[in-house]
């Protein structure tokens, strides 16, 4: 019982920055990683990026560079720091978590639109 919700979505021109930011309530005591999906309309979604519980964190080739993951233990809270972005990079991204016994959990997803 995991319950996620992501903030930090909106509009931004070519180049520009946003960061978003998802916070874990329930059975936080469980969740042995967060990460962010996005998915953009008539695509399937992508794994962004993943942070462990002991602060690994992974980031995809196509916002490596770009886009960086982080966490804060004492707010449950996970984030994605997004520069640089591209009118592909419009989705809506979510925030999910694994939890013990194989358990996924998943926001209700945040609209990022960056206008061409």
């Known amino acids: 019982q995991v319950q996620l919700v992501e903030s930090g979505g909106g509009l931004v021109q070519d180049g520009g920055s946003l960061t978003l930011s998802c916070v874990a309530s329930?059975?936080?005591?469980?969740?042995?990683?967060m990460g962010w999906y996005r998915q953009a309309p008539g695509k399937e979604s992508e794994l962004i990026a993943v942070?462990?519980?002991?602060?690994?964190?992974k980031v995809e080739a196509p916002v490596k560079g770009r886009f960086t993951i982080s966490r804060d233990n004492a707010k449950n809270t996970a984030y994605l720091q997004m520069n640089s972005l591209r009118p592909e990079d419009t989705a809506v991204y979510y925030c999910?978590?694994?939890?013990?016994?194989?358990?996924?959990?998943w926001g209700p997803g945040t609209q990022v639109t960056v206008s061409s």
């Open positions: 329930g059975s936080t005591f469980s969740i042995k990683a």
């Open positions: 942070i462990g519980t002991g602060g690994g964190a």
């Open positions: 999910v978590a694994m939890s013990d016994g194989d358990r996924v959990s």
